[in-house]
C-alpha cells in the first residue's frame, strides 16, 4: 500500500496534514456539538418542523452562483465539472438547497412546508484563525406562508432552541425588526432609489462601530474617517436624517413599548404601516407563545445583511461574555439570524413563494458555550480501564470489561503491549475515571483492585483534601470481585 | 434576486433538480439513520472508542489517490485544486482519514488510539437505483495494537452495535477469517507467488457465485464459462487445489470446531499457525466477552476485498431477508466489514503500525431493515395540527401549540391561507395523530374539538373495527378546553 513513483523507484510519502481551513475534531467538540443538535432538534420537531438533508453538492446555477456569461463558478464555493460537463458545488449554507427542493417538489409537499436540517457547509474563503472552510449549520424555514405568525413561530423556536442547546435565560436575545420600516420611511421622504436605500443600509448597519454621529454624516453628505478617506453619504435631507436616527433608535425594551415609539416615527406611509402590522402580529404570537420581552425584543437597528430579506428579519445576539488574555471581556455578538425572504424559490419556478427561516452556526455556539465556561454535554470521560498485567489473563480482563459495559459503564482493557506505568498514563490521557487492576494473586483470591483517577487528579490539582477524600473515597482498594460495578459506580458517581 | 444573462436581457431560470446521485433525504430516513448512528454510538463509546470526525476534504495524495505521473487525481473521487495548486479530494471512506489524522498526531495521541466515525463519503462513481455517490459509513478502529484481542473487540463492538441498531439476534452474523492461513497453506504448497495468491483469492471469493466445482477450475487450469469465455486458472497442482478447497469449507458452524478443522488443513506452514492462534485468541476473548457462535463464528471462505488486508478479515452477513414484486426471496448479504490492516499509516511515516477496523454502510442498513420491516426509529410521525378558522382567534391557537409543546407533544398551528378540508388533508399528509379545532363557539364555551386522525386513518384502511373504535375512541370529540393535553396523550398513546 505505498505509492510508488515510476522514476526513480523511490518509495513516495504524502506528508500527513488536512487541507487549510478543515478542522479534525476530537471527542469533546463533537459531544458539545452533537449535545446542541439533539437539543435543538427535540425543540423544533416539537414544533412541527419535520427533518430534511440534501446532498452535499447542487448544481451551480441551482446555487445561483453561475455566471452565464463566464466558464467557471463565482469564488467563494468549492465548485467542480461533473463528467457530463454539469458544474457542481458544494452547498455554501442550507438555504439555497432548500429553495432548489422545495421548487423541485412544491406539487407533493405539505404546504406550508415546514422544514429543520443541520449539517456541514463549505465556504472556499481564506482560512484564518477561528475561520473555518466547513462549519456546522442548523437551520429552520417555513416555505409557503405569508403569515407573520409563521415568523413569530421561527422566531419562539430560536428562542426554546438556544435555550434547550445550554444558553440559560438570559444569555441571548432575539431581536427583531422589519425591513418595510425603513423601506416605507425613505419612500414617504422621497429617497426611493435602490441606490439610496441599499446606502442607508450601509449605514444603519454601521451604528454599533460608529455611532449616531458617524451614521449621521453617513445618512447625509458623507464621511471623513481618520484615515482621511471620504465616504460618500446616501445625501438624505436633514429631515430625513433625523426620522432615520428617530427610528433606528426606537428601541425601548420592552416589544409593546418599541412598536409604539416605531408607529410615531413610520406613520403616514403604507409599506411602513404594512410592516408594523406585521410586527404586531409577530408580537401577539410571541406573547401566545410565552416568550417575554427578555427574550425576544423589537430593535429597528437590526439590518441582517444588505440583500435577501423581504420583511422581517431577526438576529439572534449572544449576551455571554468571556474576557481575553488581557482580562478585557471579549462579547459573542451575532450567533444567527434570519428573517423573510419571498424570492428565492422563485429563482426557480417564476412564483414568489413567501418563506421565513432562521439559521445559527453551531459550532460557534458550541465555542461561544465553552468559553463562557458552559461547555454543552460536559467533559467527553474515558472508559474505565483495565490494566493487562498478563497475556494469560486476557479472558479474565475481558470479562470485567464485559460486566462493566453490560452495566453501562465504558470500559476496556489495556491492548498495548507496554509495562504499568505507560498503562496508568494511558488511562490519565482518557480522561478515565478509574483503574482496574487485576493481578494472579487478585484472581486466586476472588478479589479485584481499583484505583481512583479522578481522585488523583483532584489531589494533584489541589482540589481535594488529602485526608477527608481518603477516609471518603480511598485511592485505591481491593475489594471482592462481586463489588466491582458498586464500587465503580460509587467513583463515576452513576 | 433572479440572475439575469447580459444579452438577451431575459430572466433566466435554473431547473431545480439534484446532481445525479445525491439523494434528497426526508424525515423517515433521517429518523431510520440518527436511530441507527445514536445506539452504535452509544455501543462504541461504552467499548472504549473515541469519536472523531475530519474535514470533508483531505488532500489527495493523503488519499492515496494522487498520481504522481499525472495531473488529476484518480478516478472515483470527486477532486478539485485549491487556490494553491494543490489537489484535494471528498473522503471516499473513513479510514484514509484516520490512518491521515493517526499519523498526523501519533506522538500526542493516547496509544492504542481507539476512535469511531460516522459521516457521509463520497464516490465519484456511475449512480443507479440504490447506488449512490453521497452514503453515510460508521467505522470503528484501533490504531497501534497488533493482540488479536484488539480484533476481537472489534468483532464483539460489531455484533452488539448492529444488534443495538435494531437486527435482532440472528438476524446478522459475523465472519471471521485470517488472511495468513491461505497465504501460509499457498506458501506450503509452493504457490507463493504474489500472482498466484491473488488467482486463489480471486477464485475463492467466487465460491457463492460458481460453487465448489467452478472454483476447483479456476484454482487448477481455467474455466471456460457458459458464453465461452476462457478464465486462465491460478495453477496449483491437484493436491494444492484439494487443500484450498477442504480450507474454505472447514466451517463448521461452532468457532471451536471450525477451528479443529482448520488446524488439520494448514499444519505445517508457519504463516498458517500465526494465523490459527490469532483466531483461537480472537475466540477465547469473543468468549469472555459472551460473544456466542451464533453472533460470530469463523468462515474460511470469507475473502473481503483483495489488497489492504495482512491478518484477520471480518465481514458482517445480513440473514434478514425481504422478497422481491414476484414473491421470490430477496437476502441482503454482507453490510459491512473489516479486518487488520498495518501499512496504511506507513504510508505516511514509514514505520510499520498496527491497526483493525470494522466499517458498516448506515444508510444500506436502515434501507434493509425498513424491507426486512423492521425500521429504525419507527415513523416519523407529525405534530398535532391546529385548525385556523380565524385570524382573530390566532393568540388563541397560539396558546393551545405552546400547552401541548410543554407538555412535549408536537403541535402546530396550520399557517396557510387555505380552508377546513386541505388543513384536514395537510394533517393527514404530515401523518398528524389529530386535529384540533377551536371555533369562535368553542372558545366562548371554554371547549375544545379534536378529531382522531390515526383512527381516520385505520378506518379507511381496515384495520380497525368502526363500532368498537368508536365506543373507545371516538373518531371527533368536543372537551373541556383543561382536559386538552390529556385527551391528546391517549390519542397519541404517550
Avoid at 152 to 163: C, D, Q, S
Avoid at 270 to 297: T, Y
Wanted: charged share 25%; proline share 4%.
Amino acid at each position: 500500500m505505498t505509492d510508488t513513483t515510476d522514476t526513480p523507484a523511490e518509495t513516495f510519502r504524502p506528508e500527513a496534514r488536512s487541507p487549510r481551513g478543515f478542522a479534525d475534531k476530537r471527542a469533546r467538540d463533537l459531544r458539545a456539538e452533537r449535545t446542541i443538535l439533539e437539543a435543538v432538534s427535540a425543540v423544533y420537531e416539537r414544533y412541527g418542523f419535520e427533518a430534511l438533508d440534501t446532498g452535499a453538492f447542487e448544481y451551480a446555477d441551482a446555487l445561483g452562483k453561475f455566471l452565464p456569461d463566464s466558464d467557471r463558478p463565482n469564488e467563494g464555493v468549492f465548485a467542480l465539472q461533473d463528467d457530463d460537463d454539469q458544474w457542481m458545488a458544494l452547498r455554501y449554507d442550507l438555504t439555497a438547497p432548500l429553495a432548489r427542493f422545495a421548487a423541485q417538489n412544491w406539487e407533493t409537499l405539505p404546504k406550508p412546508f415546514r422544514r429543520y436540517a443541520f449539517g456541514p457547509v463549505w465556504r472556499n474563503e481564506k482560512p484564518g484563525p477561528g475561520r473555518f472552510r466547513q462549519f456546522i449549520q442548523c437551520d429552520a424555514d417555513t416555505v409557503g406562508s405569508a403569515r407573520p405568525e409563521a415568523d413569530a413561530e421561527i422566531i419562539a423556536m430560536a428562542v426554546e432552541g438556544l435555550e434547550a442547546a445550554g444558553l440559560p435565560r438570559g444569555a441571548a436575545v432575539l431581536k427583531i425588526n422589519n425591513r418595510k420600516l425603513l423601506n416605507g420611511l425613505l419612500t414617504a421622504a422621497g429617497a426611493d432609489s435602490a441606490g439610496q436605500k441599499l446606502a442607508v443600509l450601509r449605514a444603519v448597519d454601521k451604528l454599533d462601530r460608529l455611532g449616531v454621529e458617524g451614521v449621521r454624516l453617513l445618512l447625509g453628505e458623507g464621511r471623513l474617517d481618520e484615515s482621511g478617506d471620504f465616504t460618500k453619504g446616501a445625501g438624505l435631507t436633514g429631515k430625513a436624517v433625523d426620522q432615520v436616527l428617530d427610528f433606528v433608535q426606537a428601541g425601548a425594551g420592552g416589544r409593546a413599548a418599541t412598536l409604539d415609539n416605531i408607529a410615531r416615527v413610520v406613520a403616514g406611509s403604507a409599506e411602513g404601516d404594512e410592516g408594523l402590522l406585521e410586527l404586531s402580529r409577530i408580537d401577539a404570537a410571541l406573547s401566545s407563545l410565552g416568550i417575554a420581552d427578555d427574550q425576544a425584543i423589537v430593535d429597528p437597528s437590526i439590518v441582517r445583511g444588505l440583500e435577501y430579506y423581504t420583511g422581517a428579519v431577526f438576529e439572534a445576539e449572544l449576551l455571554l461574555s468571556t474576557t481575553d488574555e488581557k482580562g478585557n471581556k471579549v462579547t459573542f455578538g451575532s450567533i444567527g439570524g434570519g428573517g423573510r425572504y419571498d424570492d428565492l424559490v422563485a429563482r426557480f419556478t417564476g412564483t414568489v413563494t413567501p418563506a421565513t427561516g432562521f439559521s445559527f452556526g453551531v459550532s460557534r455556539l458550541a465555542a461561544a458555550l465553552r468559553a463562557a465556561g458552559q461547555e454543552a454535554g460536559g467533559l467527553a470521560r474515558g472508559p474505565v480501564v483495565v490494566i493487562a498485567f498478563d497475556d494469560a489473563h486476557m479472558p479474565e480482563y475481558f470479562k470485567v470489561v464485559g460486566e462493566l459495559r453490560a452495566a453501562g459503564i465504558p470500559a476496556e482493557v489495556y491492548l498495548g503491549t507496554s509495562g504499568m506505568r505507560p498503562q496508568m498514563k494511558y488511562a490519565d490521557r482518557r480522561l478515565s475515571p478509574a483503574a482496574i487492576m487485576l493481578g494472579g494473586d487478585e484472581i486466586a483470591a476472588g478479589t479485584v483492585t481499583i484505583k481512583d483517577l479522578d481522585l488523583g487528579r483532584e489531589l494533584a490539582s489541589g482540589v481535594a483534601d488529602n485526608a477527608a477524600w481518603k477516609a471518603e473515597r480511598p485511592g485505591q482498594q481491593t475489594i471482592p470481585r462481586g463489588e466491582l460495578v458498586a464500587a465503580v459506580r460509587k467513583i463515576i458517581g452513576s
